[in-house]
Antibody
Framework: EVQLVESGGGLVQPGGSLRLTCAASGFTFSSYSMNWVRQAPGKGLEWVSYSTSSSSTIYYADSVKGRFTISRDNAKNSLYLQMNSLRAEDTAVYYC??????????????WGQGTLVTVSS | QSVLTQPPSVSAAPGQKVTISCSGSSSNIGNNYVSWYQQLPGTAPKLLIYDNDKRPSGVPDRFSGSKSGTSATLGITGLQTGDEADYYCGTWDTSLSAGLFGGGTKLTVL
């Protein structure tokens, strides 16, 4: 059974940093591209970042570019999101999602339960 | 303001049919496949439709997807109260090199 479990969320002050972890199990993690997607309270889904299986290609949303860094450790079956210079507008539930991506195909077939990040003084 | 445009809400009676539209442009829907996600209250999103019109195993055939040009549509027939949820379309934008979601549509089954 595919499982994605996020951790590392919490309360952080504006300008602070936080590192999220997504622990994957039930599939060959090193064979899949992975993503972070967030959802602000009462708002819609926002794609945050994408990494290919080997980390050779990485993309970010403009809203987080230069502040957030996605990384993965295939030996540990783990995906990370290092978030620096956090702002109030980064407050959201952050989901880890596995993606299927090939040419014109791109979708998220499995999602974690999410971890809440609150940026407030 | 999302790059992909969805109606904020739709509603219909139990047993009826509803459609949810998702409008984009040539750099996203026009040249890439569309997916749809269902998010029940308080839960993580779930894949409903992928590659424009394919259903993952376990998704009832009451749910269908289609795409024409730069727009896509999710159809739900035989509405049930359990279908009340937020629905999102998604795709990749080739010009932005970014994933995209529509703003979401809240379905109410009256």
């Amino acid at each position: 059974e595919v499982q994605l479990v996020e951790s590392g969320g919490g309360l952080v002050q504006p300008g602070g940093s936080l590192r999220l972890t997504c622990a994957a199990s039930g599939f060959t993690f090193s064979s899949y591209s992975m993503n972070w997607v967030r959802q602000a309270p009462g708002k819609g889904l926002e794609w945050v970042s994408y990494s290919t299986s080997s980390s050779s290609t990485i993309y970010y949303a403009d809203s987080v570019k230069g502040r957030f860094t996605i990384s993965r450790d295939n030996a540990k079956n783990s995906l990370y999101l290092q978030m620096n210079s956090l702002r109030a507008e980064d407050t959201a539930v952050y989901y880890c999602a596995r993606s299927i991506q090939l040419w014109v195909q791109y979708y998220f077939d499995y999602w974690g339960q999410g971890t809440l990040v609150t940026v407030s003084s | 303001q999302s790059v992909l445009t969805q109606p904020p809400s739709v509603s219909a009676a139990p047993g009826q049919k509803v459609t949810i539209s998702c409008s984009g442009s040539s750099s996203n829907i026009g040249n890439n496949y569309v997916s749809w996600y269902q998010q029940l209250p308080g839960t993580a999103p779930k894949l409903l439709i992928y590659d424009n019109d394919k259903r993952p195993s376990g998704v009832p055939d009451r749910f269908s997807g289609s795409k024409s040009g730069t727009s896509a549509t999710l159809g739900i027939t035989g509405l049930q109260t359990g279908d009340e949820a937020d629905y999102y379309c998604g795709t990749w934008d080739t010009s932005l090199s970014a994933g995209l979601f529509g703003g979401g549509t809240k379905l109410t089954v009256l």
